[in-house]
């Protein structure tokens, strides 16, 4: 390393604020610090601004109404089409030549949408929908991989009004069905397979043995042919091959119908603290503004940008922000169909080259594995275009942080860390780039209008510099409308903790702990209840424990997280044969299988380890917290309230001897 390196290296080090750099604040959405202001006093009306970022075909008669709280409806009696936000406005606005969707495929080859061919396609598409019987309302399960039939096929459900709900193609059989089941959904699009590092992978069997634990009948399956002669398979008597079922209806015109604001959008299945996946439900009109909105404002987005958020459409990040938010604002989303070390490591860094991408937005899992594999990859590119950089899903650490501002912006891109949710449908704490000052490892201050803090467990704000947990006291646009048929586990898990119901007042608790400084800007700890987050991706430990004790010869298992250098935060096994069972490979093996099946490959433990016995309180429970440690590597604390400490020295050693 050369001495100015060197320097530069401990400069950064030491540096813990960053100031947006000039060149982009002189061009950015937002850069008047009076914003925050002008929401609070302006609110809820402030959020018009939202609103006003997308064609009605009705005016809204409120903005806000709260009479039945915490079911907020949001800009009540508007009426507008999403697919019409995304596609035909920008049409007739004469942009139809620009570039919607850019897309690189894993093996190489690229595909591009100008608005007007992907508004013939979502044409295209929802005719055909309509034509096998899909009805407004209807929901359409879609699980397909990072192909453009997904968003595709997702626009011309809201363009007839049909809610899709995506199930992320590396979710499992099991996955699909359960999601299927609960949305009582009676369409599914899908495809034959996907390519994964070259592999041509199967999808198509594993759609069908999903298929199999549906409960009602499934009336139509429409296959994408994405592998060609890869892979050869039978389309049972209900399925339909994509390609030739869409070519019936080329050229076809399908008005978009007016959707009430509040009528659902979307269903996005998600992790809780208990085993059921939770159905977040998303609407039309406020989930759309507030993808909007934040994609002006939060990732500076404008129509003539090309803009590339590297997250899986089956997420919700996906959702917004590749899909929704960027094509309501008639931008160019890049969308990557592989793997970031596919032929190469430097394939994200030739894709921002070679699309000249103006902003960037990842995860902090993806910036660490970048880290580990070294400077040489970025090196290899000009990545001048970049303008803004953006981070979200897990905590990331200063020293990621410091990485990704120096090597990937060239010291010349503003970092937005965002922190939100599925539920939240976009982000909620996360500086604004043309006015913030940064400090790595903390999201930043609330966006304006969003009224969140950090609380005790009684819900008093807690002091700068101490830890307890987020949450926010206002509702907003972009917010669940509730669970999917189920409003009783909406409020338990989201409203029941910090609200008080008799005064009328609500507060969301989102279930992340954090911290909070003097300037207000909050630090997030990571999740409070039995959730973890494995590279991002948000997995009950409650899932994954019944799947394991669903095998033959297992008595007991408890599932944690533990830290892992890449992922963040990896899956730990800890499990109890029963008599006459060994803990032994084939055991570990079929365990491992089970999750595998039951969760998918996201899931994949870690470690497995056999115990005779778990550590458990005199109360009976599972102590968590110290099978943390040991899957972390942490020194043991205070092991004297278990009713069994001989249990942990045991399992310690297994863990470390592996
Ligand atoms: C968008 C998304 C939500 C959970 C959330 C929190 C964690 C997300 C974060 C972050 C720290 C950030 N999370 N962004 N933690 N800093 N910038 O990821 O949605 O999959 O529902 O996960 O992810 O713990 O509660 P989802």
Not at 592 to 617: N, Q, R, V, Y
Request: proline letters at 5%; charged letters at 30%.
């Amino acid at each position: 390393m050369s001495q100015d390196n060197a320097d530069l290296e401990a400069r950064l080090e030491e540096q813990d604020t960053f100031e947006p750099p000039e060149s982009f604040v002189e061009q950015a959405n937002v850069t008047d610090p009076g914003v925050y202001e002008e929401f609070e006093e302006n609110w809820p009306g402030c959020w018009e601004r939202a609103a006003d970022l997308l064609s009605w075909d009705e005016e809204y008669d409120a903005v806000l109404d709260d009479s039945d709280a915490p079911f907020y409806e949001w800009f009540t009696n508007g009426e507008l089409n999403a697919s019409y936000n995304c596609l035909d406005r920008h049409v007739e606005d004469g942009a139809g030549d620009n570039v919607a969707i850019e897309w690189e495929g894993e093996l190489g080859e690229t595909r591009t949408y100008t608005y007007e061919e992907l508004l013939d396609e979502v044409e295209d598409t929802a005719a055909m929908l309509r034509d096998l019987g899909v009805e407004e309302d209807d929901i359409v399960t879609l699980y397909m991989p990072m192909i453009p039939e997904l968003p595709i096929a997702m626009l011309a459900c809201a363009r007839i009004g049909a809610p899709h709900s995506v199930v992320f193609a590396g979710f499992s059989a099991d996955a699909l069905a359960t999601r299927m089941n609960s949305a009582d959904s009676e369409y599914l699009i899908t495809c034959d397979g996907y390519y994964r590092r070259g592999d041509a992978l199967d999808h198509i069997s594993k759609t069908n043995e999903g298929l199999e634990g549906v409960e009602h009948e499934v009336s139509d399956v429409v296959v994408v042919d994405r592998l060609g002669d890869d892979l050869d398979h039978e389309l049972a008597d209900n399925q339909h091959d994509y390609d030739d079922l869409v070519a019936e209806y080329e050229g076809s015109t399908v008005e978009p119908v007016p959707r009430d604001s509040e009528d659902m959008l979307f269903l996005m299945y998600t992790s809780g603290t208990t085993g059921q996946p939770k159905g977040v439900k998303h609407t039309t009109g406020g989930y759309l503004a507030y993808s909007a909105w934040t994609s002006h404002a939060v990732l500076d987005i404008e129509a003539d940008d090309t803009y590339w958020c590297s997250a899986d459409i089956g997420w919700i990040t996906g959702h917004s922000y590749i899909v929704y938010g960027p094509l309501a604002l008639g931008t160019t989303s890049v969308m990557y169909e592989g793997t970031p070390d596919y032929p190469d490591k430097d394939r994200m860094w030739e894709i921002v080259e070679k699309n000249e991408v103006d902003i960037f937005y990842t995860a902090p899992t993806a910036i660490r594995a970048f880290m580990k594999w070294g400077t040489e990859y970025p090196e290899q590119h000009d990545l001048s275009s970049l303008r803004l950089l953006g981070t979200v899903g897990e905590p990331i650490n200063p020293r990621a942080w410091k990485w990704y501002y120096k090597h990937i912006g060239g010291e010349e891109c503003p970092i937005v860390d965002t922190w939100w949710q599925t539920e939240t449908g976009g982000m909620m704490i996360t500086t604004l780039p043309g006015i913030c000052e940064m400090k790595p490892g903390s999201a930043g201050p609330p966006l304006p209008g969003i009224d969140a803090q950090v609380v005790d467990a009684n819900g008093e704000e807690v002091d700068a510099g101490k830890a307890g947990y987020v949450t926010v006291n206002n509702p907003w646009p972009g917010m669940l409308r509730t669970l999917y048929n189920n409003d009783e586990r909406f409020i338990e898990e989201y409203w029941q903790e910090y609200s008080d119901p008799d005064a009328d007042e609500w507060v969301y608790f989102p279930e992340d702990g954090a911290k909070i400084d003097e300037d207000d800007y909050i630090t997030i700890l990571g999740r409070v209840d039995d959730v973890i987050n494995v590279s991002g991706h948000r997995l009950g430990t409650m899932e994954i424990e019944s799947a394991v004790v669903g095998v033959e010869g297992i008595a007991e298992a408890a599932v944690v997280g533990g830290d892992h250098e890449v992922k963040g935060e990896a899956v730990y096994v800890y499990a109890i044969p029963e008599d006459g069972y060994e803990g032994d490979e084939e055991l570990e093996e079929r365990a491992a299988e089970a999750i595998l099946d039951s969760i998918g490959p996201i899931a994949k433990p870690e470690e497995i380890a056999f115990t005779h016995e778990l550590p458990k309180t005199r109360s009976g429970k599972i102590m968590r917290r110290l099978l943390e440690d040991i899957a972390s590597g942490n020194e043991l604390g205070n092991t004297s309230t278990l009713r069994n400490p001989d249990v942990v020295d045991d399992i310690a050693e297994q863990v470390s001897n592996d």
